[in-house]
């Protein structure tokens, strides 16, 4: 499916609909959450955001403190025209640990758990919701999938309009989970597709409605390390990683015939975040956790031609994906939990203050995904601007 977020985010944006709790739910659950967030914390100390070109400075490594809950847990946080809408209550516990959260568009997403025993095996759960995120509801999973080990818990796509669980090379599709283990068929990448590798300088693959399947040609002259889970508004495909040392992006514009790799002149690999025909290679050190911002290129004409990298100084970190947002500012999460935007295109970034602690970002079909938001929430948006708390955790 071709990315949609280009033509249809300022519409979906404005079809969710916030609605505010009346004052006796804020009161009833405030204090509860409030005991809950303090445990959270844990004492972190509040951070001194210094701005200076290219990173944030000054308590790096300490997270942001957690926004006042005088109006929790139903309250809004705003900050520089980023905003998170929370919930009329506590989320919901569901068993286990949230590992994936797909949205096929603003209201009907998926979420995948996993409860752990003992850290070797694990029983993982599928939920649904057709109401932006407010409400879920328990799916069966395939038995092959339902119970694995801790190294091998499926991962949550979609594609297309379908959900679909991979592990490995068995891939379950659609509401009745179309079990398949065959390997996958040499294919054009159709709109639907979402790449998929089984680990860094794997094979490229992706998953379709009918199962796995590898494009006509594989990257050359890189190691694939990051796929983006859509297609670009312009019909590309994008993948990312390092090429002999050096962060590197492979672009395909004919579905997987042909691609063209452009390696950067900085060390480790590289994250592809886009919107339009702006295109950013966030270069990134794997070898840190969390791993270390090198630095950004941009790209104004989809990738044709590429900015000088702007080197980021000192440990600056990022949790998880960039995201574009439709004002021109590029926004990300530090591996200590603070919000930053660049308002050039990366050269440099300050803090947004007073919005949660957040601790990875990610790309999805229909919009972004907020993980490990103030340790027990996950939230949802369109367009990085606007986020909603989901009903669950």
């Known amino acids: 499916m071709p990315d949609q977020l280009g033509t249809r985010l300022r519409a979906e944006r404005d079809r969710l609909d916030i609605d505010q709790p009346p004052l006796t739910a804020i009161t009833a659950r405030a204090a509860a959450l409030r005991r809950r967030r303090r445990l959270a914390q844990g004492g972190a100390a509040a951070a001194v955001a210094v701005v200076i070109a ?4 000054g308590g790096g490594d300490e997270p942001p403190p957690q926004p006042a809950a005088s109006t929790d847990p139903a309250g809004v946080w705003t900050a520089e025209n980023v905003t998170v809408n929370g919930l009329p209550h506590l989320p919901t516990d569901l068993p ?6 797909e949205f096929v568009d603003a209201e009907r997403g998926y979420l995948l758990t996993a409860e752990c025993e003992g850290g070797s095996t694990c029983t993982n759960r599928v939920y649904a919701t057709v109401d932006g995120g407010r409400t879920w509801a328990l799916r069966p999973v395939p038995a092959e999938l339902g119970s694995t080990g801790a190294g091998s818990v499926p991962v949550l796509t979609v594609t297309g309009s379908q959900v679909a669980l991979v592990a490995g090379s068995t891939v379950a599709v659609g509401d009745s989970w179309q079990l398949s283990s065959a390997s996958p ?3 054009p990448l159709p709109g639907t597709a979402h790449l998929y590798s ?6 490229l ?3 379709t409605p009918t199962g796995l399947i590898a494009p006509p ?3 050359g002259g890189i190691a694939v390390c990051w796929t983006s889970p859509v297609r670009a508004g312009d019909g590309s495909w994008w993948v990312g990683g390092s090429s002999a040392g050096k962060a590197a992006v492979s672009v395909s514009r004919d579905d997987g015939r042909q691609w063209r790799t452009t390696a950067f002149e900085a060390a480790g690999e590289a994250r592809v975040a886009m919107l339009g025909k702006d295109v950013y290679a966030m270069l990134v050190d794997p070898a840190t956790t969390p791993a270390r911002l090198v630095g950004v290129v941009s790209s104004a004409d989809g990738g044709v031609s590429w900015s000088a990298v702007q080197p980021t100084a000192g440990n600056a970190t990022i949790g998880g994906e960039a995201v574009p947002l439709l004002d021109g500012r590029l926004l990300i999460v530090d591996g200590a939990g603070h919000w930053l935007v660049s308002e050039d295109r990366g ?3 300050h803090r947004l203050e007073g919005l949660h602690p957040t601790m990875r970002l990610a790309r999805t079909q ?4 907020a993980y490990q938001m103030s340790t027990i929430y996950t939230a949802f948006s369109v367009d990085g601007s606007t986020w909603q708390k989901l009903d669950a955790q």
């Open 205 to 207: 693959l992706a998953v």
């Open 198 to 203: 089984r680990g860094c300088g794997q094979p």
């Open 54 to 57: 290219g990173v944030v400075a």
């Open 185 to 187: 068929a040499t294919a």
């Open 96 to 101: 286990g640990t949230v590992r994936d959260v």
């Open 366 to 369: 229909a919009g972004y995904v």
């Open 347 to 349: 050269v440099s970034w």
């Open 217 to 219: 040609a594989q990257p």
